[in-house]
Every structure is written in C-alpha cells, then in structure tokens.
C-alpha cells in the first residue's frame, strides 16, 4: 500500500497533510488508541476542521481512497 500512498502524497500533497507511523513507535500506538485503530494498514480521514470523515483497515483500492479524499477536498472548498 506504500506505493499507492506515496502516489497519492505526490498528487494531493499540496492540500493533504500525509501522515504515517510504524505502530511499534510510541508516536504510532498514541495514534492507533486515538482513533481506536485495531488492524493494519489502517487509514483515517480527517477534514479540515480535524472531525473524521472516512476511515479504512486493511487493503483498500488507491481509486477508493482518493474517491475519498476528493469529496473531502471538494466539501471544504468555497464556493
């Protein structure tokens, strides 16, 4: 799943903040608790505002994911 995310990052990271952690890591297991993350990969979406819009364990699609983050980015942009 790397690669498509790496793509993704290439894509949308002018507007996407990407983020990924090894859950062995502290930093990785404060995150997993956070959003109660029991599997792996795992994938959270947040909005601007921080609220989550989409979440996904396990392999997901690059074509689904970016669905996502496109309605996402299209929900916050001003009209």
Not at 16 to 33: C, H, K, L, P, T
Not at 37 to 52: F, I, K, Q
Request: no cysteine; hydrophobic share 40%; glycine share 14%.
């Amino acid at each position: 799943m790397r690669p498509v995310v790496n793509g993704l990052a290439q894509t949308y990271g002018d507007e996407v903040d990407f983020r990924s952690y090894n859950i062995a890591s502290g930093e990785g297991q404060a995150w997993a608790d956070r959003y109660g993350l029991r599997g792996h990969p795992a994938y959270v979406l947040l909005d601007a505002g921080g609220s989550e819009s989409w979440r996904a364990v396990g392999v997901v699609g690059g074509e689904v994911i970016e669905a996502e983050i496109t309605d996402v980015l299209r929900a916050t942009q001003v009209p």
